[in-house]
């Protein structure tokens, strides 16, 4: 079993920066892909960025890609993050899951999920 703790979020305003961070305990993190998702109130949870067990490949959705970089510390077993140029539409409930599969935009595809982080971006 692997258990996920993120932590990073807060109140930014508009155009500012965070940056999330995703601790992993239990199973060996380096056998795991990591996702980072997100749930807006009233709305479904939906995909942001994903990192390969190795780390080499990462995946972004459209809406964060260029302002947005994930990224893994493998000594610390922990996932990051960075979040630029956020925007009041970032706003939401973060969360990071694990896979033994291949980095996923299907949250079904993760069997470990940590507890939420709230970012909320003020405009």
């Known amino acids: 079993q692997v258990q996920l703790v993120e932590s990073g979020g807060g109140l930014v305003q508009a155009g500012g920066s965070l940056r999330l961070s995703c601790a992993a305990s239990g199973q060996t993190f380096s056998n795991l892909a990591v996702g980072w998702f997100r749930q807006a109130p009233g709305k479904e949870r939906e995909f942001v960025a994903a990192?390969?067990?190795?780390?080499?490949?990462?995946y972004y959705a459209d809406s964060v890609k260029g302002r947005f970089t994930i990224s893994r510390d493998y000594a610390q077993n922990t996932v990051y993050l960075q979040m630029n140029s956020l925007k009041p539409e970032d706003t939401a409930i973060y969360y990071c899951?694990?896979?033994?599969?291949?980095?996923?935009?299907?949250?079904?595809?993760?069997?470990?999920w940590g507890q939420g982080t709230q970012v909320t971006v003020s405009s």
């Open positions: 990192i390969s067990r190795y780390g080499g490949s990462t």
């Open positions: 899951a694990a896979t033994q599969r291949s980095a996923s935009v299907r949250d079904g595809d993760y069997f470990a």
